[in-house]
C-alpha cells in the first residue's frame, strides 16, 4: 500500500487464511531504518476478515490487537482505490 506524498509504503509479514489474516511482527511503513511500529517484531495478531459491497473489513479475532498502533492500522473497512 502506499499513500500520498511523500510515499510512504506499508510492508507487513502475514499468514493469509479462509476467514483470517495473522499478522506477524512489526508494520513497517516507510524505510527500516526509521523504524517501526510494534517494533521489535511485535506480538503476532490475528483478525477476521470479510467482504461485501466491495468493502473488506477486518476486526481482530480477540477483544483487540495486542499492538495498539497496529489495531489502529489495519482494523476497520478497507475499500479498493482506482
Not at 509479514?13 to 517501526?36: C, F, K, N, Q, S
Not at 517494533?39 to 495478531?45: I, L
Not at 459491497?53 to 476497520?76: F, I, K, N, S
Request: proline letters at 11%; a negative charge.
Amino acid at each position: 500500500m502506499t499513500g500520498p506524498e511523500p510515499r510512504r509504503h506499508v510492508k507487513i509479514d502475514y499468514v493469509a487464511g479462509p476467514r483470517t489474516l495473522t499478522i506477524r511482527g512489526p508494520v513497517w511503513t516507510g524505510d527500516p531504518e526509521e523504524g517501526a511500529i510494534c517494533d521489535p517484531w511485535g506480538p503476532d495478531a490475528t483478525y477476521t476478515w470479510s467482504v461485501s459491497d466491495g468493502t473488506l473489513t477486518l476486526e481482530p479475532a480477540g477483544e483487540t490487537d495486542p499492538c495498539r498502533q497496529r489495531g489502529a492500522v489495519m482494523g476497520g473497512t478497507w475499500t479498493r482505490a482506482g
